[in-house]
């Protein structure tokens, strides 16, 4: 994506472009004209218009938009900030929860491997 379609994609004037980053507006005509700007500078403009950045593969939000106070999947699904924060609580007690089978099965496995030795009194005594 280059420059002049994230500046459309925001629905903002080179001229509030350039008062919103804090650049000259011959900057802004430069990124227009060679059609390049600086990541972050397209990235801010995508999230303005509404759409949700792309940072790295494991944190890919292609597809993914927000509107009216709305997340959007790519499948269409409406998520609000309340779905979001209850995701994340429901995401750490189940690696909680995990991590304590986890434990749980080492201790079964260890208890497993133990071999009881006759005690010297019934060694002694038969």
């Not at 980053?21 to 004209?33: M, P, Q």
């Not at 949700?52 to 409406?78: Q, V």
Request: charged letters at 25%; glycine letters at 8%.
């Amino acid at each position: 994506m280059d420059f002049l379609d994230a500046r459309y994609i925001s629905r903002m004037t080179s001229k509030e472009v350039a008062t919103y980053l804090e650049v000259s507006h011959r900057t802004i005509k430069r990124y227009e004209k060679t059609g390049k700007a600086p990541k972050a500078v397209i990235e801010c403009l995508l999230m303005i218009g509404g759409h949700c950045p792309t940072f790295s593969l494991r944190n890919d939000f292609t597809g993914w938009s927000f509107s009216s106070g709305f997340l959007y999947s790519p499948e269409g699904d409406k998520f609000t900030s309340g779905d979001v924060r209850a995701g994340k609580s429901a995401l750490l007690e189940m690696n909680l929860q995990y991590r304590a089978k986890l434990r749980q099965q080492v201790q079964v496995q260890h208890k497993s491997n133990i071999i009881q030795f006759p005690s010297r009194a019934l060694l002694s005594t038969g």
